[in-house]
């Protein structure tokens, strides 16, 4: 019987692990949810967490079209863009807002869009790179891009243009040394940080916000 008991032990501590990381995850994500999800739950439902998340209303302005969504409450702005508006300029990159790949604009603020729970757009103006400029009319700072050769393999440029606009009209781009330590949170891969400066303090020599 002892040795028995002893071959249970194991399952049952992994069952106990188990149960206490799904328990974890469980109140996490309602911490976030809904009325209505936390009242399912105390009813005792026994569904899957998503089945218990409503659709909850979203009106904000992307690009200077209004739009009227309905969303799930844990739902990113970067998901949002990608997965339900096809915006795909918006890159993700490592997802935990250290890379700047999915920097958008929210009010004219740079805001790394994978950290962003869409929700809290609600009224809000966001700028992606597809409405900074168009194929017909670039952006300044695109243009720039493209004559200092700012990209490589391109995979960071939209956030990297989306935070160097930001940096000049933020008011700090006034040198390279200042430039290079407003845009630390864009990482480039390809190493093209030297043409990216140079990018933004043309632009910036024209004066004005962009």
């Given at each position: ?16 692990r ?8 469980a109140l ?16 005792g ?63 004219g ?22 409405g ?15 004559k200092h050769d ?12 989306m935070?160097a606009v ?18 630390s949170?864009?990482i ?7 043409n ?15």
């Amino acid at each position: 019987m002892e040795n028995e008991n002893n071959a249970e032990e194991p399952e049952s501590t992994g069952a106990s692990r188990r149960a206490f990381l799904k328990q974890s995850s469980a109140l996490a994500a309602f911490a976030l949810a809904p009325p209505a999800a936390v009242h399912a739950v105390e009813k005792g439902v026994d569904e899957k967490i998503a089945v218990a998340f409503e659709q909850q209303p979203l009106r904000v302005e992307i690009n200077g079209v209004a739009q009227q969504l309905s969303i799930e409450p844990r739902v990113t702005l970067l998901d949002l863009l990608r997965e339900q508006l096809n915006l795909t300029g918006t890159k993700k990159g490592c997802d935990h807002g250290q890379c700047g790949a999915c920097t958008v604009h929210v009010d004219g603020q740079r805001v790394n869009s994978c950290l962003t729970l869409a929700l809290t757009t609600e009224g809000s103006k966001v700028t992606t790179i597809e409405g900074l400029g168009s194929v017909e009319k670039l952006h300044p700072m695109q243009e720039a891009f493209i004559k200092h050769d700012g990209f490589q393999c391109g995979y960071c440029t939209p956030g990297q243009i989306m935070s160097a606009v930001a940096c000049i009209n933020e008011g700090h781009a006034n040198s390279p040394d200042e430039v290079r330590e407003y845009m630390s949170g864009n990482i480039c891969r390809c190493g093209a940080y030297a043409n990216i400066v140079e990018a933004i303090m043309e632009v910036k020599s024209k004066g004005g916000r962009i």
